[in-house]
T-cell receptor, first 112, second 114 residues
């Protein structure tokens, strides 16, 4: 079956620090990959996506590249802000499975 | 102008009670979902409906029953509530079954069973 493994948190950073959240996946088919973000007290929002190998998704200064050879989709941001404090979820969808499979989520706290 | 709305936002109830959570989307989407998020933020799909037809039914106790009166609404009814049902429940929707990845989430309903 499909599964997503992402680095455990919590992660605490200072403003303007570099953020990386690792994500690897296992899929039976050819999945699409996503990062969702959940701000405190809110639902999940799609942050970025990539649908084929070597695609780079980007949004709000965040980037992730679909690496088929390493089955990874690591999230990066070069300079975080306090407003980036949230829980980040890596996810995949596979048309054979007809659903999103989420990683366990990584809580990120950015301090001023 | 809320895209996916849920009511109530908070629900506190006692063990053994029956309760419902309502979800509505005004995006014109064909597919709706219910997710459960536990205290460690782990998110798991429970059900999915496409045009009022049940397409995903994960291993969920029979006490949970989804109902979709039309494709804009997906309600979740829970019978005989247990302590372990305490969680945040999220409703979501997407345009059509094959574009399920672009899901739009509601704000969540925090259920506390005492």
């Amino acid at each position: 079956g499909n599964s997503v493994t992402q680095m455990e948190g919590p992660v605490t950073l200072s403003e303007e620090a570099f953020l990386t959240i690792n994500c690897t996946y296992t899929a039976t088919g050819y999945p699409s990959l996503f990062w969702y973000v959940q701000y405190p007290g809110e639902g999940l929002q799609l942050l970025l996506k990539a649908t084929k190998a070597d695609d780079k998704g980007s949004n709000k200064g965040f980037e992730a590249t679909y690496r088929k050879e390493t089955t990874s989709f690591h999230l990066e941001k070069g300079s975080v802000q306090v407003s980036d404090s949230a829980v980040y979820f890596c996810a995949l969808s596979d048309y054979n499975d007809y659903k999103l499979s989420f990683g366990a989520g990584t809580t990120v706290t950015v301090r001023a | 102008d809320t895209a996916v709305s849920q009511t109530p936002k908070y629900l506190v109830t006692q063990m053994g009670n029956d309760k419902s959570i309502k979800c509505e989307q005004n995006l014109g989407h064909d597919t709706m979902y219910w997710y459960k998020q536990d205290s460690k933020k782990f998110l798991k799909i429970m059900f999915s409906y496409n045009n009022k037809e049940l397409i995903i039914n994960e291993t969920v106790p029979n006490r949970f029953s989804p109902k979709s009166p039309d494709k804009a609404h997906l309600n979740l009814h829970i019978n005989s509530l247990e302590l372990g049902d305490s969680a945040v429940y999220f409703c979501a929707s997407s345009q059509e079954r094959d574009s399920l990845y672009e899901q739009y989430f509601g704000p969540g309903t925090r259920l506390t069973v005492t």
